[in-house]
């Protein structure tokens, strides 16, 4: 009964496009008061500051303004531009840029959707101009964009290691191998469909090798903040929180160097920033106050029991999760379906002997999923959004492919679980 009400609730609330945030917290204020004979909306105040004030959380907005920093310098051009010359000649041509690009540009910004439309603003000039096919070129922008939350640093990673009291650090390394094998799934799986389909992929394109040595200076940048924020990290310099706020320093000077830094551009940065961190910090206090509801009212408990008494394996189990989240992928946004959901499932995939680390990436890739899947698949809407032409269909068709190359990540860290934890398990 209370699975059945709750389920409705939420459904009817997204239908009608409330906010996320508000379509949490007035999903707990409907089942306290439906459920439980003490008037839990009072502990609303106590756990919006409690979910707020962690020292952890504060790596959120500097993440956030690290990508909005290097998205104005206009780092990323140059980035797509170095890429361009030494990748042009696979099958597919451009798009293995896009990707590349993305897994490049992921391990600076921490976002999917930063990701996406930094990358969608400077790539698709040349699909146009080159003659592709905008249906797979626009997908491979969004489907690379979905690696902007798995290699590290990741907002979501930062998420789910708050909510489950997990070591960020060993989170971000175990993010690396899987997010560079998605990244090769995903160019294999260009190369493979412009062999077979060649009118999918633009003109030819040649670079000279002096063109392409002189470029490598433009991939510095990106690599000089990666450097900088990871290795901080696993040096023992800095807390992600810290190595976050020295990877804005050197954004910063980045874009002093390049004659990017103005006024106006700070004004863009922080207004950007605030923006996206005022609607994380919303959705991460309403799903805080939603899960105290649900504990409350017993619905953790049961769901727990339920899934204990189906009477599988743990790797049996393990597909009903996964399936529960490409179901719930179609119909929830992404960093609401984590917090969510983590508090619930966490503890009974601990529980069945499965590496909190391992999930913690397994569940990101299941997130990505959701990115390019409709019918609220962001990545799909922000890549349509600037791309202002054709119609969403296209994008969506274009993404299916790599859909299908998470999917097959995902089968290989459940057949290879140590795939993700060759790095982590050196992080104690």
């Known amino acids: 009964m209370i699975i059945a009400v709750a389920l409705l609730i939420l459904l009817l609330l997204l239908l009608l496009s409330i906010p996320v945030a508000a379509t949490l917290a007035a999903l707990g204020l409907s089942l306290g008061s439906f459920f439980s004979p003490f008037p839990l909306y009072k502990a609303l105040g106590e756990i919006s500051w409690t979910a707020s004030t962690d020292f952890l959380l504060l790596a959120i907005p500097l993440f956030v303004l690290l990508g909005e920093i290097l998205l104005r310098a206009g780092i990323a051009e140059r980035t797509y531009r170095s890429l361009f010359y030494w990748l042009s000649w696979l099958p597919g041509g451009l798009m293995h840029a896009n990707i590349a690009t993305s897994a490049l540009f992921a391990a600076t910004s921490g976002s999917s959707v930063a ?147 103005s006024v106006k551009m700070l004004r863009d940065v922080l207004e950007g920033t605030m923006r996206t961190t005022a609607m994380i910090m919303l959705i991460i206090m309403a799903a805080y106050f939603l899960n105290f509801i649900l504990v409350s009212v017993g619905l953790t408990g049961m769901l727990t029991d339920f899934i204990d008494n189906l009477g599988m394996t743990p790797m049996g189990t393990m597909g009903i999760i996964i399936l529960l989240y490409l179901v719930l992928g179609f119909f929830v946004e992404t960093l609401s379906l984590m917090v969510i959901t983590i508090p619930i499932i966490a503890p009974v995939v601990t529980g069945l002997g499965f590496d909190p680390v391992w999930f913690g990436v397994l569940l990101i890739l299941l997130i990505e999923m959701a990115l390019i899947t409709p019918p609220v698949g962001l990545n799909l809407y922000v890549v349509q959004g600037i791309r202002g032409r054709g119609s969403m269909s296209e994008v969506m068709v274009g993404s299916i492919p790599f859909v299908l190359m998470i999917l097959v990540m995902i089968g290989l860290m459940l057949v290879a679980p140590g795939l993700t934890l060759i790095f982590a398990n050196l992080v104690n």
């Open 115 to 261: 990701t996406a439309a930094t990358i969608t603003t400077v790539a698709l000039p040349q699909a146009r101009k080159y003659g592709y096919a905008e249906s797979l070129f626009a997908g491979s922008i969004a489907a690379g964009g979905t690696l902007g939350i798995l290699i590290p640093p990741s907002i979501n990673l930062i998420v789910y290691g708050f909510l489950t009291n997990t070591s960020i650090p060993q989170l971000f390394l175990a993010g690396i191998v899987p997010g560079i094998l998605l990244t090769i799934l995903f160019m294999l799986c260009i190369s493979i469909l412009c062999l077979f389909k060649p009118q999918l992929s633009g003109r030819k394109m040649s670079a000279s090798w002096k063109q392409r040595f002189s470029s490598l200076k433009d991939l510095a940048p990106v690599l000089f903040i990666f450097f900088i924020v990871i290795g901080s990290i696993y040096a023992g310099l800095a807390t992600p929180t810290e190595s976050a706020a020295l990877g804005v320093l050197g954004a910063l000077l980045l874009a002093k160097l390049y004659g990017s830094l």
